[in-house]
């Protein structure tokens, strides 16, 4: 098997906290339809002090294109940085938006 397929087939888990005008522009919705439509596990919330946080939970392909999306979220946001955590997978099953 080549690497990329060794890498393609590697569940990891990256949390996201996201910063800028990301609230009450339906970034919690499209980080959903995002993930969705990647494969990917986890959720997506919003945090007290004007940030979303998601969690993602998939092979290393799929956890990308979601951090992509996440430095530059749905048309209506504005992302002046993410920060991004490695964190072990808990085997997470679906894609959910949860309450702050």
């Known amino acids: 098997m080549s690497s990329a397929g060794k890498e393609r087939g590697a569940r990891i888990r990256r949390r996201v906290r996201v910063r800028g005008r990301v609230q009450g522009v339906a970034f919690r919705a ?12 986890g959720w997506v919330r919003n945090l007290a002090d004007g940030r979303v946080e998601a969690v993602f939970e998939a092979d290393p392909v799929a956890v990308a294109t979601l951090l ?10 504005e992302v002046h940085g993410i920060e991004v955590f490695d964190e072990e997978p808990q085997g997470d099953s679906g894609f959910e938006i949860r309450c702050a």
């Open 30 to 41: 499209s980080t959903r339809e995002a993930a969705l439509r990647a494969g990917v596990d």
């Open 68 to 77: 992509a999306f996440c430095r530059e979220g749905p048309a209506w946001a």
